[in-house]
Nanobody, 124 residues
């Protein structure tokens, strides 16, 4: 069974940085996409970024382009989300998700497995 565990969340001032980690295990296929999503109180879950295992391609939501960077360490089966220049509107619970696909974007229903989430709070 696929398991995803997020870590790295916390409290940071606006303009600061955090790095989130997603440790993955239990995959039965080499082709998959790992995505980061976030959900603020009272709002729907939204896609942030994703990375494909097949070719390493990445995609970012417009709201985080130029500030966030997704990367992976295949040897450690871990995906990272480096978040810089954080804004109060980035405050949310952040989730990593896995899609058993070669290609996937930021659509919620493209993903098959989800982690438990890690809280990111950005103060003004």
């Amino acid at each position: 069974e696929v398991q995803l565990v997020e870590s790295g969340g916390g409290l940071v001032q606006a303009g600061g940085s955090l790095r989130l980690s997603c440790a993955a295990s239990g995959f039965t296929s080499d082709d998959y996409v790992i995505g980061w999503f976030r959900q603020a109180p009272g709002k729907e879950r939204e896609g942030v970024s994703c990375i494909s295992s097949s070719d390493g391609s990445t995609y970012y939501a417009d709201s985080v382009k130029g500030r966030f960077t997704i990367s992976s360490d295949n040897a450690k089966n871990t995906v990272y989300l480096q978040m810089n220049s954080l804004k109060p509107e980035d405050t949310a619970a952040y989730y990593c998700a896995a899609a058993r696909k070669v290609v996937a974007g930021l659509g919620l229903h493209e993903y098959d497995y989800w982690g438990q989430g890690t809280q990111v709070t950005v103060s003004s």
